[in-house]
């Protein structure tokens, strides 16, 4: 029986796209929540100023490849590189404020309670 | 209010290790299991012949840098390098064939809907 698996690596632009990419990896519902782990591509987007994520769910943010940096609302920028990871609690805001537009930015997330729509329900979407 | 946060490449080791090492980076409790998030940090290491993992729920791995082998139940070996990602469905037995024993390997594990022991509870363990 195959598995959702792929390489987060693979087929990366060779210049800027026009939006920032997301990509659900695989999803798996709970009674509390899904637990959603996506792919988000960057080529030099940010948030647009005065925007802020404000989520009523737990993300973990990795960057795999690439450069950004990011905003707690009541922090300084913090400039993240390889390896670089946070969790970012339910209710914190945040924000992308710049990504490089050199090269790709490739990030894991891990979106942990996340509300289910109900299209979204089951798990092993692959991308 | 700092949030937990690391780098996934930092304080990797110049030679080998005596074991793997495995680090919980965060952790979150849910009615349905934790979903907690390792660094495992592998210089060689493999899983002892004819012994398999056999959890009872979902693990999703990345290898971030490195090479290793890994093996489910009923597949030949899958060769994994950076960006290589898969889920492994709660109940598929799998053990680690081959860790690249000349450099670290860095994976990161989300393992969801964990059992959560009485001691573990809580969240924003760092490391």
Redesign the interface.
């Given at each position: 029986?195959s598995?959702?698996?792929?390489?987060?690596?693979?087929g990366l632009p060779s210049g800027s796209l026009p939006d920032e990419l997301f990509t659900t990896?695989?999803e798996?519902a709970?009674?509390?929540g899904a637990?959603r782990?996506e792919r988000i591509l960057s080529t030099g987007q940010a948030s647009p100023e005065g925007f802020w994520y404000d989520q009523g769910w737990?993300e973990?943010v990795?960057v795999?490849?690439g450069a950004a940096r990011l905003q707690?609302d009541?922090e300084a920028e913090?400039t993240l590189g390889?390896?670089?990871?946070?969790?970012?609690?339910a209710g914190?805001r945040h924000r992308v404020a710049w990504t490089d537009p050199t090269a790709p930015t490739?990030w894991?997330a891990?979106h942990?309670?996340e509300p289910i729509p109900p299209k979204k329900m089951g798990?092993?979407q692959n991308a």
């Open positions: 029986m598995v959702p698996a792929g390489n987060l690596l693979a990896l695989t798996t709970a009674s509390t637990v782990i737990d973990f990795l795999v490849q707690l009541g913090r390889p390896g670089d990871w946070l969790m970012i609690p914190r490739v894991l891990v942990i309670g798990r092993g």
